[in-house]
């Protein structure tokens, strides 16, 4: 086994280059490690298992590497996305697939539907999505709530007159 691959997991630190993490090369290896499987298969255990999760690894990164089954599942999702989008328009507005590529409209929603797809590759990341926004939006909340007068001092103010 690859001396890189340490506890269940690749150690990202390994692949490093110039300060930045060489995805190319976790990719490469985790197809060597998987081919390696296939071809040496072997049981497995709970005493050491296997905690690499490909989703850890950038869209931009699998969109260089279309063949392998992690940028296959995020391509078929694209498509079926844009599919569905396009009929929708097509349902609502009576514009034919064809017609739809020249409209502005169309294009945004075309953009918005790839984007959701590489941002949301699984349902954690529709929940960690969440918390970014309620973590922006908190902020606004402690700002706007440090401007406020409290209700309580203006009420026992009053009563003490």
């Not at 502005?104 to 918390?131: P, Y």
Request: aromatic share 14%.
């Amino acid at each position: 086994m690859d001396a890189k691959w340490v506890n269940g997991t690749w150690d990202l630190k390994q692949f490093e280059k110039e300060g930045k993490t060489d995805w190319d090369s976790v990719i490469v290896a985790e197809a060597k490690r998987r081919k390696w499987l296939e071809d040496n298969p072997e049981t497995t255990s709970n005493d050491e298992p296997v905690l690499f999760d490909t989703s850890i690894i950038p869209w931009w990164a699998w969109m260089k590497r279309y063949h392998l089954p992690e940028a296959e599942l995020l391509n078929g999702r694209a498509a079926m996305v844009g599919f569905f989008m396009a009929y929708f328009v097509d349902s609502l507005t009576g514009v034919g697939l064809v017609d739809q590529m020249g409209n502005f409209f169309c294009k945004t929603l075309l953009f918005v539907a790839v984007a959701g797809v590489l941002f949301i590759r699984k349902n954690e990341d529709l929940d960690k999505l969440k918390g970014l926004i309620e973590e922006t939006t908190l902020y606004d909340k402690q700002w706007q709530a440090a401007w406020k007068e409290p209700e309580s001092s203006s009420s026992t103010v009053s009563s003490k007159k």
